[in-house]
């Protein structure tokens, strides 16, 4: 897969997360089967502006600082609960296979 079919295979697995439910962005990568959290990272700063990039956090369940409070209110928007800052992924991982 070359890179513009990666970053579009990677948008594509974003817009599929349900409102109230978040992945990581190890999940994404695994979904994709390409790449790793890292990578995910990267296409969602440079391209992520168009799809619902809130719902992919940090496999601690805590977002990312420069974007931290906008995307916890957005996952509230979305019915996540948010304990403490924190996102319990536990509750609201998204299951690509549901």
Known sequence: MDRDEYVEAVLRAVESIPPGSVATYGDIAEYVGQGGPRQVGAIM???????????????SGVPADEVGDEQLHNLRSD??????GRVNLREVRWDPTD
Do not use: D, M, S
């Open 79 to 84: 019915g996540v609960r948010v304990t403490n």
């Open 45 to 59: 700063r440079e391209y992520g502006g168009g799809v619902p990039w809130w719902r992919v956090i940090r496999a």
